[in-house]
């Protein structure tokens, strides 16, 4: 085994990275595109039972974030079963996620059907509401279909992701994947007085680093409670080192998708390239590692008034115009008034060349 293999639900992966369900992962030839860059398990698009009604454009990249309308696979269940699914069986050497939406009602129609192509199921709860009681029974109903394992996608709408997680663990699921996108947002163009890449409801669902840290603590508030049950943790990973965090909080693997649309497709082969040295850089000899590793929480409520360093520093007045509580000044060098510095660590954390410590 390799220091990137991960282990959970008798799957062993090369690697803790795979893509997340969304535009990337849209048919056959996008999903061996993506597996040739060396993913270590392959996710498809939702798949449902109705075919959407998607607006053009409906996909908005910013710096830090993406703006999706899209609701799920614009390609018919049929299709994926006829064509891709067959496709994708014959040459896959990862294990496939197929990701099904929504109801009961289409689990019971579905799963059937998409079992035999499946090593794994995600299913998304987007557009089912907050009854957990719901959800649980279409989890009974989807696991009196297949034996493969169930991973509930948790949105981050739901105020109670513990209850969630237990909710979907008592009727079967092997485990989660959280969180799935943000929302309802919305875009609004000032210039054009206009709302726009939404349909007729004006809203969108946002993804990508902007949600990371609400990911983050999603992973960790569910594993603290439940160790032992399967976490897939996804929103805002772009890098080595954010791979790393999500683990760190309690993921047994991992998934990106809006990083890749807003750098780039071969970010999924950049990232894998750069894991084992980002291991290496945090002292860790392996993912196995990692997710055995427990998080401290060093708590201080002493005040630590930040020590101003000159050679670093370029004097650029950033910490002094940022400072809440107004303790720093700056003539020919960088004051601090111990009074009236609260020990925030605002200036710390947004000095741009460390002067402050």
């Given at each position: 085994?390799?220091?990137?293999?991960?282990?959970?639900?008798?799957?062993?992966?090369?690697?803790?990275?795979?893509?997340?369900?969304?535009?990337?992962?849209?048919?056959?030839?996008?999903?061996?595109?993506?597996?040739?860059?060396?993913?270590?398990?392959?996710?498809?698009?939702?798949?449902?039972?109705?075919?959407?009604h998607i607006p053009r454009?409906?996909?908005?990249?910013?710096?830090?974030?993406?703006?999706?309308?899209?609701?799920?696979?614009?390609?018919?269940?049929?299709?994926?079963?006829?064509?891709?699914?067959?496709?994708?069986?014959?040459?896959?050497?990862?294990?496939?996620?197929?990701?099904?939406?929504?109801?009961?009602?289409?689990?019971?129609?579905?799963?059937?059907?998409?079992?035999?192509?499946?090593?794994?199921?995600?299913?998304?709860?987007?557009?089912?509401?907050?009854?957990?009681?719901?959800?649980?029974?279409?989890?009974?109903?989807?696991?009196?279909?297949?034996?493969?394992?169930?991973?509930?996608?948790?949105?981050?709408?739901?105020?109670?992701?513990?209850?969630?997680?237990?909710?979907?663990?008592?009727?079967?699921?092997?485990?989660?994947?959280?969180?799935?996108?943000?929302?309802?947002?919305?875009?609004?163009?000032?210039?054009?007085?206009?709302?726009?890449?939404?349909?007729?409801?004006?809203?969108?669902?946002?993804?990508?680093?902007?949600i990371k840290h609400l990911?983050?603590?999603?992973?960790?508030?569910?594993?603290?409670?439940?160790?032992?049950?399967?976490?897939?943790?996804?929103?805002?990973?772009?890098?080595?080192?954010?791979?790393?965090?999500?683990?760190?909080?309690?993921?047994?693997?991992?998934?990106?998708?809006?990083?890749?649309?807003?750098?780039?497709?071969?970010?999924?082969?950049?990232?894998?390239?750069?894991?084992?040295?980002?291991?290496?850089?945090?002292?860790?000899?392996?993912?196995?590692?990692?997710?055995?590793?427990?998080?401290?929480?060093?708590?201080?409520?002493?005040?630590?008034?930040?020590?101003?360093?000159?050679?670093?520093?370029?004097?650029?007045?950033?910490?002094?115009?940022?400072?809440?509580?107004?303790?720093?000044?700056?003539?020919?060098?960088?004051?601090?008034?111990?009074?009236?510095?609260?020990?925030?660590?605002?200036?710390?954390?947004?000095?741009?060349?460390?002067?402050?410590?």
């Open positions: 085994m390799s220091k990137l293999t991960t282990r959970f639900d008798g799957f062993v992966l090369d690697n803790p990275l795979m893509p997340a369900s969304g535009p990337l992962v849209g048919d056959a030839d996008k999903l061996l595109y993506l597996q040739d860059l060396g993913v270590g398990a392959l996710v498809t698009k939702t798949i449902s039972t109705k075919e959407p454009p409906c996909i908005y990249g910013d710096r830090q974030f993406v703006m999706n309308s899209e609701l799920w696979s614009e390609h018919s269940a049929e299709r994926w079963i006829t064509e891709f699914l067959p496709t994708l069986q014959a040459a896959k050497t990862r294990p496939l996620i197929i990701s099904v939406g929504y109801t009961k009602d289409d689990m019971d129609e579905l799963i059937p059907k998409l079992d035999p192509f499946a090593d794994a199921f995600e299913i998304s709860t987007h557009y089912v509401g907050t009854d957990l009681t719901v959800i649980a029974d279409t989890v009974r109903t989807i696991c009196s279909h297949t034996d493969k394992p169930v991973y509930m996608k948790i949105s981050p709408h739901l105020t109670d992701p513990i209850g969630f997680a237990r909710a979907v663990r008592d009727a079967g699921a092997s485990g989660l994947v959280a969180i799935n996108s943000l929302g309802p947002t919305m875009y609004i163009n000032a210039a054009k007085r206009a709302i726009e890449y939404a349909p007729e409801s004006g809203f969108v669902w946002t993804s990508g680093p902007v990911a983050q603590a999603t992973v960790y508030t569910i594993k603290q409670a439940m160790p032992d049950f399967t976490v897939i943790g996804v929103g805002g990973i772009g890098n080595a080192e954010d791979i790393v965090e999500f683990l760190l909080a309690g993921a047994d693997a991992v998934q990106m998708l809006s990083a890749a649309l807003l750098k780039g497709k071969d970010l999924y082969a950049t990232i894998l390239k750069r894991l084992p040295e980002t291991l290496d850089k945090l002292g860790f000899d392996s993912i196995e590692a990692i997710k055995k590793t427990t998080l401290a929480n060093p708590v201080r409520y002493a005040k630590q008034v930040p020590t101003w360093l000159e050679e670093p520093c370029t004097m650029c007045g950033l910490c002094e115009r940022i400072c809440p509580y107004f303790a720093i000044t700056m003539d020919d060098a960088i004051h601090i008034d111990p009074d009236l510095c609260f020990g925030c660590g605002l200036c710390i954390s947004k000095c741009p060349v460390a002067a402050l410590r």
